[in-house]
Every structure is written in structure tokens, then in C-alpha cells.
């Protein structure tokens, strides 16, 4: 049996770039509007929107299909980015992501 393989992150900040769908449930909501000073709905109606199944909130995208909160190779929420962020590419990822993303592949204990 092949040992587990962790990815670690690199902060190349390329999956930030490719256009989808950033996901948010009520935990990513609630600590990125405290972070940004910001109430809850505000924040909603800044930099969300409506997932095309109708089953719950993204974040918004730039125009060129950047994350919003990409600011030049920094996350301007880094500190609670959204869960969906922080668990790529371990726990989800896109087909070729291996072809943009820099993370390490490291043995898992």
C-alpha cells in the first residue's frame, strides 16, 4: 500500500485564478465579514452570488475570473479563507490542476 500523499500549498496563488465556483457555507461567511469588518449581509451582497443550483453562495469573481480577494500573488482574506481554498488540492481539486498548481507533494505521516 502506497503511503498517504499531502500537497503542500506554495502560495503560487494559480488556482486562485482559475474561474469556478469558490463555495461558502455559514462558517466561511461569518469569519471573512468579522474579518473585514463588515456585517454579514453586507458582505453577502458584495461578494456573493447565487451558485447556479440555487444551493447556496460563492464568491464573486473578477472579471478576468480571478478570485476577488486575489490581490497580486496575496490572498487579501488569508487568514480565514474560505474552506474550500484551504483544503485544495488535499481534500478537492479540477481536472489538471497538477498542470498549474506548484504545491509539493509530501509523505503524510
Not at 462558517?27 to 443550483?53: G, K, S, V
Request: glycine letters at 8%; proline letters at 7%; charged letters at 20%.
Amino acid at each position: 500500500m502506497h503511503p498517504a500523499v499531502y500537497y503542500q500549498c506554495q502560495r503560487c496563488t494559480n488556482c486562485c485564478r482559475w474561474p469556478g465556483f469558490v463555495r461558502l457555507d455559514d462558517a466561511d461567511i461569518t469569519a471573512i465579514a468579522a474579518y473585514l469588518q463588515m456585517t454579514e449581509h453586507d458582505f453577502i451582497q458584495q461578494y456573493t452570488r447565487l451558485r447556479p443550483q440555487r444551493d447556496g453562495l460563492a464568491l464573486i469573481d473578477k472579471g478576468n475570473g480571478e478570485c476577488i480577494f486575489l490581490a497580486g500573488r496575496d490572498c487579501a482574506v488569508q487568514p480565514v479563507k474560505p474552506a474550500q481554498c484551504s483544503g485544495f488540492p488535499n481534500t478537492w481539486s479540477f481536472p489538471g490542476w497538477r498542470d498549474v498548481c506548484e504545491a509539493r507533494p509530501m509523505q503524510k505521516g
